[in-house]
């Protein structure tokens, strides 16, 4: 073997372990990229009390305040009273507060007694405004790692008179909820059902409050 055949076949391997080394580093950067997380919605209640007046003044929502640690689109949950963690590779379709104000306003539209509903915008002309904070939207693991959560939402709302920014009425709703199963779907529907049932009785109260 000339030491020319020997630089060929060494360049040979060479070449094959280079392309091989590649292909591993380009598998790695793959295995590396965390798919997209699962994007989950929540429902605006549909059924109200049919004793609801109608009425016609114009409503604007403001989002709600939220702490830090709620103001994510990530799905809270807390194994500790000390401590606020999320679940992984799931999330809300946005930002929480931003989700329950649609949801509020979509509620609203669906009673069929108010009309006009809309987002709070500075130019926006409204009789009264709806505040509202949003103090607890999380899942709770009081028991074993294994089993289901208890979802815990709590609201607080004000309605604010326009022009004079008088506050004629606020109140707390806290509603909780126990999923079937420790899995992420009953999980987001124990979410849905404990803050369909809070914005339910939220939207009662503010149509039945103003006089």
Known sequence: ???S????????????LSGASLLVAGCTDLLGQHPPPQLFLLSAP???DPDLPSVHWQL??????AAQSLDTARIALSRSPARLDYFADSAWTDRAPSVIQGLIIESFENTGKIIAVG?????????YVLQTELRSFEAHYDGGPEQPPKILVRIEA?????????????TT?????????????????????????VLKR???WTLRLPR
């Open 202 to 204: 939220l939207v009662e």
């Open 158 to 170: 004000k309605l604010v008179r326009m022009p004079d920014r008088e506050i004629i009425g606020n």
């Open 119 to 127: 987002r709070f915008a500075g130019d926006l002309r409204a009789d």
């Open 5 to 16: 055949d020997l630089g060929a076949g060494t360049r040979r391997r060479f070449l094959a």
């Open 173 to 197: 709703w806290v509603q909780e909820a126990a999923p079937a199963r420790n899995d992420i779907d009953s999980i987001v529907a124990g979410f849905d059902e404990a803050q369909g049932s």
């Open 46 to 48: 549909q059924r109200f």
């Open 1 to 3: 073997m000339t030491r």
């Open 60 to 65: 604007v929502v403001s989002e709600p305040v």
